[in-house]
């Protein structure tokens, strides 16, 4: 049109055409380009990431019996924004055996984001959990009818035995430290929380898979994304093989009935522990599922204490079994030598009286052999007082250094760290800081720390310590790191100790006249010559403790073992026949003084001791 | 010369071009969006993509229908098919049912059709009609009451009746209109002021709005201060007027608006950020507009729309499905695409010889346009959640019809305006 006045607000018009698209091209740009939280926005949206629980890692003792599998069970879930107004609540409470009360008060409870912080309306809650195939058998069938239920299996332990509860562990719902040390878990899952289920958690476990389904806006499933392409399957834990005797455990755990204490069973030559018994204990199916942690609570509150693992947790003084250690540092280091002798005033020794009745003077064959006390407390002061005293004790305090040094090598005062044992106490050998502290640099001398000289005192081991300690002395002055897996690496863990090999024989020997003349002679074992050592130790909770350490046969040994029982009175009595049975049933594979045996393990020395 | 010929040879072809562009990749979308991984044929009637195309078939006839009806006709008949529109408008609420609180649509058989969308071609052509006389000269604002009222009952009714704010707020392009006949510019202006002053105070306060109608106001009256002496008084007088119109939304917006309304202006203003509450749609339609990223998911690869993360995301979401599936490039093809459509659209308009074609042209261009600005700002977070459809790309009869209504008429008249003169 001619003469227009306006003609240039067609610009203007077009003009604001061009800003807003050019505007909204630069948002477009921000929001697909620039921002990238919308990708994974987008990824969470549309794709539900499933996991598929792998089934855990089966246990089998060293013989291939089955001992810790798995059984499934089931959790209902619901996603309450699924389920809708006409969700049949009636039918459903029926199916389930529930009534509505229930059912409102538990969508109550799911509901309540105090309790439930990770509710939501848009995801699966766990209505009802740990039911079994029969439980859910009913509602399977009929899962159609009920909008936004789920079934979700999962897998429970299960055991073969009622054995050796501690060393297996148990498996629970991890906690907010295993979330935030390990991403592999989110809340619910289970892990290993002691025993071999915690030190082998990460090869029991598996790999769990994933499967990527597709849901729309309202939470519906669409099926897998991609056809499943990106799926993973779940991988299983790898089986695990124990060097656990079953039949041997069974026998420990019989024996030990009815008292306190623990029984360590070792192969010498590989290290593998052939049974782990600690005693009071339980039945495995206590801590598993629903029941767990009422279980683990009425556990906790037993004052005989069944959760520790008395065989690798409790420490005492050795007692008499310290003395072959005292035997092969005191040759080593010199002090004595293998015929040295000295002279027993029997009850009249000081500063140590003997407590036995034996002839003198004693050698040291004769003084393993009769646990002659004065012996040893005369071998321990030579051997520091080689050298005298020196300026301020500084030559004794060497000698000291030495000789804990050497007692350390064996093992002692120390946890096995290379060990797949998950619960251990360390122990104690005395440093010389520590009598400094309580005696002053130059205030201690070896009439001071005498009753280390036979095992009293300062000096704290665990059983499975001296279960090694048999097995070094079995092996001439080496030990495999004791361990539970029957993969564990055997060469890469020999330990061998600095006591010259030849010393061994002379300790052997006094270990076998024990069981053929001394303390243990009433428990030889028919036509197999074994080696051991009593203890009876002193302690402030009561009658003494009965130790017993040893092993056999004398030559060629299959077998090492330590067994404590608390407060039982004398080694000889109570800790010997206990060793004397479980290494005739492991040597024997059977056991011909079933007399024995059935009065072991019919004897209650401690009232308190429950049965879980 | 036949006339048929002269037609195809005088039709504006670009246009035709983009339209078929814009229509067929639209369509494809339309497939994509309601597509829910079960391979079923684009042509299928059951789903919506075979439907549309069934739509655009039938707009495509339409089309050559109005291509061989006279020109004039238009012209002729406006204000009776105007008459004939507001009388349906009317009736439409007593025979519509409930569709999501809109009482818009008309049921005839299996075709359900919505009449608002073919309102905005009739007030076109009336308000064509009536400012293109030969009398009608713009000289001040008396000379807008009755242009004002022909696009105001239309809208009035939708609004009202219908409860279609959406489609009435596309009324309003008209003023884009008037502005070009001659309309003072501070009406445009003054009117983008106040949308941008109701925006602070409502996600603000209504101090921020009071600073920055004070900066304005004061360079206005520094501008004109010397030019008339009185003009400073009409500026304060527009100040003070401002600033009663920012308490009245801050009166309006706590007090008066349901709380629904006030919902979806708070999601609009990133007031309320709860992606599973009110502001889903929005947050939803960015998370798969920004999933496309650079290239997209590629076609009917798309998870957000598809399953069903979007509402409407076939209808007035359309442009989600292009984000995720196509991605910027995609996407911002599509804008510049309809960029150059509207600009052609505009140019056609100028090059008309008679009022009547113009005017008509100009309301084509600025329906579209704002169609365009309301449906993309709105997909885009950048406008509040009103539905209103995209040209071409929404799934639905009643809208692909109204379109191509509008533009075959622009298209006829374009072609005949040479000969209009003879």
Redesign the interface.
Known sequence: ?IND??YN??Y???G???V??L???I???I???I?Q???E???N???VRQTIYPSRGLIYDRNGELLVFNQPIYDITLVLREMGKDFDTLAFCDILDINQEDFNNRIKEISNKRKNRGFSR?TPQVFMSQLTKADVAPLQESLYRFPGVALRKRTLRDYTYKAAAQALGSVGEVNQKDLDRDKYYVLGDYSGRDGIEKTYESILRGIKGEEIL?????GRL??H?KDGKFDTPAQAGTDLTLTIDIQLQLLAEQLLTGKIGSVVAIEPSTGEILAMASSPTWNPQLLVGKVRSANYNMLLQDNTKPLLNRATQATYSPGSTFKVLQSLVCLQEGGITPNTKYSCNGPRSTPIKCTHNHGSPVSLEEAIEQSCNPYFWCAFRDMLQKDGYGDKNEIFRKRYQLWRDDILQFGLGQRFNESDIAEQSSGSIPTIAYYDRYYGKTGWKAITIRSLSIGQGEVLVTPLQLANEAAIIANSGYYITPHLNKDFPVESNKNTTSINPKYFPIVQDGMNRVMTHGTGRWYQIDSIQSCGKTGTVQNPHGKDHAIFIGFAPKENPQIAIAVVVENAGFGATWAAPVASLIMEQYLTDTIKRTWLRDRIANSILNEDVKEW | MSRNGSILKNLDWTTILIFLGLTFFGWLNIYGASYNFEQSSIFDFFNRAGKQFVWIISALFLGGIILLIDAKTYDLFAYILYAIMIVVLLITPLLAHNVKGSYSWITIGPISLQPAEFAKCITALALAKYMGRYEYHYRGWKDLYIPMAIIGLPMAIIMLLQRETGTALVFAAFLLVFYRQGMSGLVLWGGILAAIIFVIVVRFSIWPAIILLTICFGLLAWRTWKIKRYYKWLVLLAFIVYIGFSAACDVVFTKVLQPHQRVRIEVLLGMKDDPSGAGYNVAQSMIAIGSGRFFGKGYLQGTQTKLHFVPEQDTDFIFCTVGEEWGFVGSAGVLILYLIFILRLIAIAERQRDNFSQIYCYSVASIFMTHLIINVGMVLGLLPVIGIPLPFFSYGGSSMIGFSLLLFILLKLDATRVEKLH
């Not at chain 1, 597709?214 to 309202?218: I, L, Q």
Request: aromatic share 12%; charged share 25%.
């Open positions: 049109m006045k306006y607000r067609r203007v018009i077009s604001i055409a061009v807003i698209v505007v909204y091209i948002k477009l740009f929001v697909q380009i921002d939280s919308t990708k926005q987008a990824d949206n549309a794709l848009y597709m849901r729309d806006s309202r669409q099926g994304y």
